[in-house]
């Protein structure tokens, strides 16, 4: 199966200016500053170590991104001064992952991956990984776990077109209660 990841990552790059950064548009016309990040690529046999350790066959669109970037930051928001402040989408390299595995909230159910939205976490659902289920994505808010019916490499390319919004809470609002959900 090929990958779109290396493709949605590169036309988000082209984007940027010299300092990692560009302006969005998001929710009724407010522009935004924003920059991205990308960390070094992993080794295949590092993914690999990682897999025996926890027993997991780690999805192939998610191990394309690690032999790309092992984690990333995108669409920090950044104030007039270049100074981040915060939001975005910080997807964790394979080291911040063991960490987060460790935290309570996360438990047993599935493989943390990313953090986003101050407190959310996109997480890998270990049983629909066993099983091959394409649709193994899902988030973690607050304390509300929730499938997004998707795989990591669309997610990813949604969150990039949608320039950091969170599309995945779109198909609730409707012309009848988007205005009293403000």
């Known amino acids: 199966m090929s990958h779109f990841i290396h493709n949605t990552l590169s036309g988000l790059k082209e984007l940027l200016n010299k300092k990692d950064q560009m302006k969005t548009v998001s929710d009724e016309g407010e522009v935004g500053n924003v920059s991205c990040s990308y960390n070094a690529p992993i080794k295949p046999t590092e993914v690999e170590m990682f897999e025996s350790e926890n027993n997991i066959k780690l999805p ?3 191990k394309a ?6 984690g990333a930051r995108i669409y920090e928001l950044i104030d007039d001064d270049s100074v981040n402040i915060g ?3 910080h997807l964790f390299s394979l080291n911040e992952v063991k960490e987060a595995q460790e935290l309570e909230i996360i438990g047993e159910q599935g493989i943390p991956i990313g953090h986003l939205l ?3 976490f996109l997480i890998l659902d270990k049983e629909k990984l066993k099983v ?3 649709n193994y994505l899902q ?3 607050f304390t509300e776990l929730s499938s ?3 795989n990591f490499e669309i997610f990813l390319d949604r969150y990039i077109i949608s320039q950091g919004v969170p599309f995945w809470s779109w198909p609730i609002y409707t012309a009848e209660n988007y205005y009293r959900t403000r």
């Open 87 to 89: 939001g975005g989408l």
């Open 60 to 62: 192939e669109d998610y």
């Open 139 to 141: 988030i973690l808010e």
């Open 148 to 150: 997004l019916n998707l």
């Open 118 to 120: 101050e407190d959310c």
């Open 65 to 70: 991104f690690l032999t790309l970037h092992n």
């Open 132 to 134: 091959e289920d394409p």
